[in-house]
């Protein structure tokens, strides 16, 4: 019989195949990839389509790697895939770069306004519509919406200018009395569904056309629509100078328990009704009493029932009782409001002195509030550090932190060193940089060392 031979051909060819799988996968994961840059990009878009968004953002950083400058389309699907992963902030920003890349492309201009909308950002929202309008002006809703945006920003340059071209270019405005009737009409019969669509539709022909938001908003109402906040908060923008509008959104707003809106929405009732009117109408005062006393503020509570027997009663008052009322108060925000515009109503050789020394006093307290809560905070935090500590020997920890000071827009950098032993800090020290660090020093070492 022959010699049988080591298999070592076997081996190299075993040791061959895997140095070129390893090579292969390399070449895949780090962008060497055999496919071109278009056909990943339609890859991702095929994966977008199968709900993947993973396997759609592999693809992209893949595509990412093989060329220096993405296109348009790259970052579309970049930013759809993010949408898709529920992440729509990372999305907008990858839908900006598109659009800096295809300025054309005016449905994602849409997108990009819708999603600044809904994340709460009226600024970033009111510029891509106001673009987004340049690209196509023949847009009502979207004019409609500008509208509202420009009202809510107090941009009211462009807010009268856009209801004037609304009102210059409307198609419809002679036809105004037969879509009024036409709209109450459906309304009165029941048709709920249609009432909305005729609304929808020429409420940007006639937005200040109140007739037409109050059979929209009662509609709305009676068919529950999540709608109803949005619309009472376009209507109380585009009336912008009518508390009464303000007023009932503020009470939308109380009645779903959403509170700070509430509170946000009332004041602003209340400003607007001192304004035109000189003095608070009763009714508004109604929500501001009722959201005080959710939060417990008893001085507060006090300032509002004060400010309801004045209105009430119609007694004569004067800067020396007001000034009694702000001090016993507090200087309650909308006793000091009412209090300034009964200065400037009842103007004296002494009103701006006055004025100016309530201002001063109310900025003051604000400034101690703000400094008491920070303080509050901060020390729970350090209470949970104190709680979850257990060390075993002697360790010292030094380090450094910036934040933001309750008293001004100004960031203070603070150094702490703490030296533990076992679960308890013996010894702790603050190296303060202003007047206010200095205090948070001092009460910091009391409380670690108690």
Same mark, same amino acid.
């Given at each position: 019989?022959?010699?049988?031979?080591?298999?070592?051909?076997?081996?190299?060819?075993?040791?061959?195949?895997?140095?070129?799988?390893?090579?292969?996968?390399?070449?895949?994961?780090?962008?060497?990839?055999?496919?071109?840059?278009?056909?990943?990009?339609?890859?991702?878009?095929?994966?977008?389509?199968?709900?993947?968004?993973?396997?759609?953002?592999?693809?992209?950083?893949?595509?990412?790697?093989?060329?220096?400058?993405?296109?348009?389309?790259?970052?579309?699907?970049?930013?759809?895939?993010?949408?898709?992963?529920?992440?729509?902030?990372?999305?907008?920003?990858?839908?900006?770069?598109?659009?800096?890349?295809?300025?054309?492309?005016?449905?994602?201009?849409?997108?990009?306004?819708?999603?600044?909308?809904?994340?709460?950002?009226?600024?970033?929202?009111?510029?891509?519509?106001?673009?987004?309008?340049?690209?196509?002006?023949?847009?009502?809703?979207?004019?409609?919406?500008?509208?509202?945006?420009?009202?809510?920003?107090?941009?009211?340059?462009?807010?009268?200018?856009?209801?004037?071209?609304?009102?210059? /270019?409307?198609?419809?405005?002679?036809?105004?009395?037969?879509?009024?009737?036409?709209?109450?009409?459906?309304?009165?019969?029941?048709?709920?569904?249609?009432?909305?669509?005729?609304?929808?539709?020429?409420?940007?022909?006639?937005?200040?056309?109140?007739?037409?938001?109050?059979?929209?908003?009662?509609?709305?109402?009676?068919?529950?629509?999540?709608?109803?906040?949005?619309?009472?908060?376009?209507?109380?923008?585009?009336?912008?100078?009518?508390?009464?509008?303000?007023?009932?959104?503020?009470?939308?707003?109380?009645?779903?328990?959403?509170?700070?809106?509430?509170?946000?929405?009332?004041?602003?009732?209340?400003?607007?009704?001192?304004?035109?009117?000189?003095?608070?109408?009763?009714?508004?005062?109604?929500?501001?009493?009722?959201?005080?006393?959710?939060?417990?503020?008893?001085?507060?509570?006090?300032?509002?029932?004060?400010?309801?027997?004045?209105?009430?009663?119609?007694?004569?008052?004067?800067?020396?009782?007001?000034?009694?009322?702000?001090?016993?108060?507090?200087? /309650?925000?909308?006793?000091?409001?009412?209090?300034?515009?009964?200065?400037?109503?009842?103007?004296?050789?002494?009103?701006?002195?006055?004025?100016?020394?309530?201002?001063?006093?109310?900025?003051?307290?604000?400034?101690?509030?703000?400094?008491?809560?920070?303080?509050?905070?901060?020390?729970?935090?350090?209470?949970?550090?104190?709680?979850?500590?257990?060390?075993?020997?002697?360790?010292?920890?030094?380090?450094?932190?910036?934040?933001?000071?309750?008293?001004?827009?100004?960031?203070?950098?603070?150094?702490?060193?703490?030296?533990?032993?076992?679960?308890?800090?013996?010894?702790?020290?603050?190296?303060?940089?202003?007047?206010?660090?200095?205090?948070?020093?001092?009460?910091?070492?009391?409380?670690?060392?108690?």
């Amino acid at each position: 019989m022959g010699r049988i031979l080591p298999n070592r051909l076997a081996g190299r060819l075993l040791s061959t195949w895997l140095f070129f799988l390893l090579c292969t996968s390399y070449s895949t994961v780090y962008g060497n990839s055999t496919f071109s840059y278009s056909e990943l990009l339609r890859q991702a878009q095929e994966e977008l389509n199968r709900l993947r968004y993973d396997e759609a953002l592999q693809k992209l950083e893949i595509a990412d790697s093989i060329r220096n400058k993405n296109t348009a389309l790259y970052y579309e699907l970049e930013g759809r895939a993010w949408v898709g992963k529920g992440d729509l902030v990372t999305a907008l920003k990858s839908f900006e770069k598109s659009i800096l890349l295809d300025p054309n492309h005016s449905s994602l201009m849409n997108e990009i306004f819708t999603g600044y909308e809904e994340l709460n950002k009226p600024i970033k929202a009111f510029q891509f519509a106001r673009l987004s309008l340049s690209k196509n002006p023949e847009n009502p809703p979207l004019r409609y919406k500008v509208l509202v945006l420009s009202s809510r920003l107090g941009n009211l340059e462009y807010y009268n200018q856009t209801l004037n071209w609304i009102r210059i /270019n409307n198609p419809y405005k002679e036809d105004l009395a037969a879509i009024e009737s036409e709209i109450n009409n459906s309304y009165e019969s029941g048709r709920i569904d249609d009432t909305i669509s005729k609304c929808r539709k020429f409420l940007p022909f006639f937005p200040d056309n109140s007739l037409l938001h109050k059979i929209f908003l009662l509609s709305l109402k009676k068919k529950k629509s999540s709608d109803l906040v949005q619309a009472l908060l376009d209507r109380a923008s585009i009336f912008r100078n009518e508390p009464i509008f303000a007023y009932e959104s503020a009470l939308e707003f109380l009645q779903n328990r959403k509170f700070n809106d509430s509170l946000a929405m009332s004041r602003r009732a209340f400003f607007l009704s001192l304004k035109k009117n000189g003095k608070p109408d009763k009714e508004i005062l109604y929500p501001l009493h009722r959201i005080y006393r959710h939060q417990g503020s008893v001085t507060d509570i006090q300032a509002i029932e004060i400010l309801q027997d004045i209105v009430e009663s119609g007694r004569k008052i004067d800067p020396e009782f007001l000034d009694a009322k702000l001090n016993q108060t507090g200087f /309650n925000r909308e006793l000091l409001l009412f209090s300034l515009f009964y200065l400037q109503i009842n103007f004296g050789s002494s009103s701006d002195h006055k004025a100016q020394e309530w201002k001063s006093q109310f900025a003051k307290i604000r400034k101690n509030k703000k400094r008491k809560t920070f303080l509050k905070s901060f020390l729970l935090l350090l209470t949970i550090l104190k709680n979850l500590l257990f060390i075993r020997k002697m360790i010292v920890i030094h380090f450094r932190c910036i934040f933001l000071k309750p008293t001004g827009l100004t960031y203070s950098k603070i150094s702490f060193t703490f030296l533990f032993e076992r679960n308890k800090i013996i010894r702790f020290k603050m190296y303060p940089f202003s007047t206010f660090e200095y205090e948070l020093s001092s009460m910091l070492e009391r409380f670690f060392l108690k």
